[in-house]
């Protein structure tokens, strides 16, 4: 049986790119980011801190898997051993806000599910569930590792086939690192989202990661991969101008 698609249905395929987007304030949020070491007292309105979660969660990520957690810590006795996990630094201690961004390979099989279950037309399409069925094997590496050696092996065969292959996880690292590329994603889209509603932020990878693990009680398919701390920027918050190198160090045309 053909699945010809009426024009209604081919429409909503269909979205089309917004032409009236303001560069010149992209570019001002873009430039005015800096990484905030000191924060006023003034707290980001729950709304705004839950607008730019929601923006975070809009990120691109590695088969729609969503393989993050953002855990916004706000008790008090769990956001003073947080700062203490966070070796002290007064972008911690002078936080109203601190979010640890968590990159997860626990929930791979889930958030395949889900994308089966979810999908936004009445029902996902066969190409769509079989992706999905196949999916989590390409980030999952098995007990004891044996899907991931099994991987090794299969591809290096493949290989010699002139078969071209997706990056895969070969073992736990690589779905560590897997789930740590999508999720550094949606915490830059987390703190672009709080500089466009006046607010700051700095990203931290100088924390005591067991002592976030215990704060958490993360297991160790979750990994906390930076934490934010976010609020108000100080008027001495920002201890030096922004500088990057020469742009040719960088950016290869070939
Ligand atoms: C993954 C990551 C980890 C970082 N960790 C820290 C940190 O622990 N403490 C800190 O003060 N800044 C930290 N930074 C901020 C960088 O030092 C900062 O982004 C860099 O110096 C460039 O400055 P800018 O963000 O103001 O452009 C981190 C940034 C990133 C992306």
Redesign the pocket.
């Known amino acids: 049986m053909t699945t010809q698609k009426t024009s209604s249905e081919k429409k909503r395929y269909y979205e089309p790119a917004p032409q009236d987007i303001d560069v010149a304030n992209f570019r001002k949020v873009v430039e005015s980011?800096?990484?905030v070491?000191k924060f006023t007292d003034k707290p980001i309105p729950s709304e705004i801190l839950d607008e730019c979660l929601d923006l975070a969660l809009l990120a691109p990520n590695s088969s729609n898997l969503q393989p993050w957690t953002f855990y916004v810590v706000q008790s008090p006795a769990k956001k003073k051993q947080l700062v203490k996990a966070?070796l002290n630094?007064l972008?911690a201690k002078t936080a109203p806000e601190l979010i640890v961004c968590v990159a997860r390979t626990d929930r791979i099989d889930e958030m395949a599910k889900l994308n089966i279950t979810e999908f936004p037309f009445p029902e996902a399409p066969p190409a769509v569930q079989k992706y999905y069925r196949f999916i989590p094997y390409n980030y999952k590496t098995g007990y004891f590792n044996a899907l991931g050696n099994f991987k090794k092996v299969a591809f290096k065969v493949a290989r010699t086939l002139d078969k071209q292959l997706p990056v895969t996880a070969f073992n736990p690292a690589d779905a560590k690192l897997w789930a740590t590329k999508t999720t550094?994603l949606a915490c830059e889209n987390f703190v672009l989202a709080l500089r466009a509603y006046g607010f700051d932020s700095?990203?931290?990878?100088?924390?005591d990661e067991p002592l976030v693990r215990k704060i958490l009680n993360l297991s160790d398919q979750q990994h906390p991969v930076?934490v934010i701390s976010a609020g108000e920027r100080a008027e001495d918050g920002?201890f030096f101008p922004?500088y990057r190198f020469d742009r040719d160090l960088f950016i290869q045309k070939v």
Request: charged share 25%.
């Open positions: 980011r800096r990484s070491r966070c630094q972008a550094a700095c990203m931290m990878e100088g924390f930076m920002v922004q």
